[in-house]
């Protein structure tokens, strides 16, 4: 037994000094730059049970969407805007976090030399091959048949039926109501953004009453089946198939599943089979336009990468949107003055036109497009975009007091684009943890925001959130006073305490509010 035992232990001796050998060794070919360290990789299985399951615990868990809760920490911790994170098991792993500007443009604007890592983008693949996990010809191929329907006509769609999405769930849900209590405001904005996607993205005419009723064939509706998945969805990946009945829970994950799968299907098939071919300027007409397109001049896109595209459109242009737009709501109403600013703003600019604003009317809401900008610097929906070296390279740094540093990165190495480092970087953002949408009123870095990426992979939808945005947010302030709801348990609370409440976070596909308790008066 002892022998055993001896045996054993000289084993993981020897396991443990040949990783100790490994991790300095990549240390070293990285040029021994700073930054945390820890047992686990953040992307395996047991680091992500760990970091769900426990609380930060120094080189073994830096806690849940830790690159959010430091934000610029390690990088002022460093006294520069690069760090390394360098992970032991399952294998010696190293990431270098950048959160300077010209670093990150170099390696945005290099996709041959950084293209993306696409093994840390498989959970959004679960219902196929699309354009966020493809590179190379195949990316080419599907940004050809994704990016047409992102056009003019669409642009308008999507401002119109914003407002009037907004105006039914004043006429239709709130009424005459003079206030309106919402215990998180996220129950609003989520089916605001999904039925936003579902008639500018799908032709799908909603409602804030009729996807109530659950359709005939199905067990759950649209809505729900979109959000119980979106919200579950590294759960879905992560366990195999005989294990997604163990549970309700689990059940119901695996039942969004396949309701979505089928709700995608219906409308692929209602649309191909259509007696009439009407003139349409969703986004899933011209994706089924293209790739019928496609048919003469090259290959087709198949089911599986149409239901790959379509999932994608459903989560850009509903998760992040709401998830967003909660945010923001929930800052207004942390800051009153800046809400006060924004609603004389919108008064103004609905005085000179004494009537409701029209998509040509847009551009004029620049306070609106300013709450919206400040809101993604503060809350990214991604906390880093990682990409990966292809060759044996090196990026040059640009130090605070003005000299370079050249920075080894050899091939394989994930270099990821650290969003909140950036966001809250104090060299292009002055006061950055502070809610001031004015600084998008001047001129502003450009190069340090990223909740669109940049470059050639810069989000396709942009335009379609912006213009989302700005309508939820003018048409809203024009008709509410938003507040916190006030709640016997938080009484006294100072404002840290409350800012830290109302805009808590958890993980999801994006950076997700947990709870904003808000309450409405309608303005006189």
């Given at each position: 037994m002892f022998t055993i035992l001896s045996i054993v232990l000289s084993l993981l001796g020897l396991i443990f000094i040949?990783?100790?050998?490994?991790?300095?060794?990549?240390?070293?070919?990285?040029?021994?730059?700073?930054?945390?360290?820890?047992?686990?990789?953040?992307?395996?299985?047991?680091?992500?049970?760990?970091?769900?399951?426990?609380?930060?615990?120094?080189?073994?868990?830096?806690?849940?969407?830790?690159?959010?809760?430091?934000?610029y920490q390690?990088?002022?911790?460093?006294?520069?805007?690069?760090?390394?994170?360098?992970?032991?098991?399952?294998?010696?792993?190293?990431?270098?976090?950048?959160?300077?500007?010209?670093?990150?443009?170099?390696?945005?604007?290099?996709?041959?030399?950084?293209?993306?890592?696409?093994?840390?983008?498989?959970?959004?693949?679960?219902?196929?091959?699309?354009?966020?996990?493809?590179?190379?010809?195949?990316?080419?191929?599907?940004?050809?048949?994704?990016?047409?329907?992102?056009?003019?006509?669409?642009?308008?769609?999507?401002?119109?039926?914003?407002?009037?999405?907004?105006l039914d769930l004043f006429n239709n849900v709130w009424g005459d109501k003079s206030e309106v209590i919402v215990d998180h405001f996220l129950d609003i904005t989520l089916p605001t953004a999904l039925f936003v996607i579902g008639i500018a993205g799908f032709g799908r005419q909603v409602s804030w009453t009729s996807d109530l009723v659950i359709p005939p064939g199905h067990q759950m509706t649209f809505k729900d089946a979109i959000h119980i998945l979106s919200s579950n969805l590294i759960m879905k990946i992560l366990l195999p198939d005989w294990a997604q009945g163990a549970t309700a829970h689990t059940r119901k994950v695996h039942l969004a599943f396949t309701e979505l799968k089928q709700y995608m299907l219906e409308m692929a098939n209602d649309r191909r089979n259509g007696d009439t071919k009407e003139e349409r300027y969703d986004l899933f007409s011209g994706l089924l336009d293209a790739s019928q397109e496609e048919l003469e001049s090259g290959p087709v896109i198949s089911d599986q990468e149409l239901m790959g595209n379509m999932f994608i459109f459903i989560i850009a242009g509903h998760e992040t949107s709401a998830h967003a737009l909660c945010f923001a709501f929930a800052l207004l109403a942390l800051y009153p003055d800046e809400q006060e600013r924004l609603y004389q703003h919108i008064k103004g600019v609905l005085s000179s036109l004494n009537r409701m604003p029209t998509y040509e009317d847009m551009s004029r809401f620049t306070h609106s497009l300013a709450v919206l900008y400040e809101t993604l610097r503060l809350f990214p929906p991604a906390t880093d975009i990682p990409k990966m070296a292809t060759e044996d390279t090196t990026l040059m740094a640009s130090n605070r007091d003005g000299t370079k540093t050249s920075i080894p990165v050899p091939a394989g190495t994930t270099v990821a684009l650290h969003l909140p480092g950036i966001h809250y970087n104090p060299r292009y953002w002055k006061d950055p943890h502070r809610f001031k949408p004015e600084r998008f009123l001047r001129d502003w870095p450009k190069d340090a925001f990223l909740p669109f990426n940049q470059g050639a992979r810069a989000c396709l939808g942009r335009r379609f959130a912006e213009i989302e945005g700005i309508a939820v947010i003018t048409i809203l302030v024009s008709r509410y006073k938003i507040e916190i709801k006030e709640e016997p348990e938080f009484a006294g609370e100072t404002f840290e305490e409350r800012y830290a409440r109302i805009t808590a976070f958890k993980e999801g596909l994006t950076l997700a509010p947990s709870r904003v308790p808000l309450v409405l008066r309608r303005r006189e």
């Open positions: 040949q990783r100790l050998i490994e991790l300095r060794r990549i240390a070293r070919n990285i040029g021994n730059i700073s930054g945390p360290r820890f047992l686990f990789s953040m992307t395996s299985i047991p680091g992500r049970l760990i970091q769900r399951s426990l609380p930060p615990i120094p080189y073994l868990n830096p806690g849940e969407v830790w690159t959010f809760r430091r934000k390690d990088f002022a911790s460093s006294g520069q805007d690069f760090i390394t994170l360098i992970t032991a098991f399952p294998r010696p792993e190293c990431t270098i976090f950048l959160a300077d500007a010209d670093m990150i443009k170099e390696v945005t604007t290099s996709r041959a030399r950084f293209p993306k890592n696409l093994q840390l983008y498989g959970v959004v693949a679960v219902f196929g091959p699309n354009i966020v996990v493809s590179e190379g010809d195949k990316w080419k191929r599907y940004r050809k048949i994704v990016a047409p329907p992102f056009s003019e006509k669409n642009n308008k769609l999507v401002w119109d039926e914003t407002v009037n999405i907004m």
